[in-house]
């Protein structure tokens, strides 16, 4: 497959940086805005002097990834200044331990808190 063609059908972002308190809810209810949602992750990580969470966003078309990556990228939530990056794996991140938060978003558009949170592990 050539470069150009790989980077067409990505669809996942990774936000790093944001603030400890981080939900799949919220993060739902603000991707939300740039298109319809497959699949949604949070996880707690950092230390203890410098929690953070970093967040898995899949969207169901690339254009709608694109458009978030471009919008969030460098922007301040939560009091922290966050980088949104490509995802190199379509899959996102390995479901690998109870700190994961997921959530998935059937077919159409959820309000945040219906539904899209599950506990993984």
Known sequence: MNPSAEVAVRTTIFIKGLPPGASVQAMAGMAE??????RVVVDH???ERQPEAICWITFERHKD????LQDLDGQVMGGRRVAVRWVADAHGPAEKGSK?????APGANSPAGTGLARSIG
């Open 65 to 68: 990834a694109a458009h978030a």
């Open 33 to 38: 805005g740039f298109g319809r949602l497959s």
């Open 45 to 47: 990580n950092g230390t």
């Open 100 to 104: 994961l938060r997921q959530g998935v």
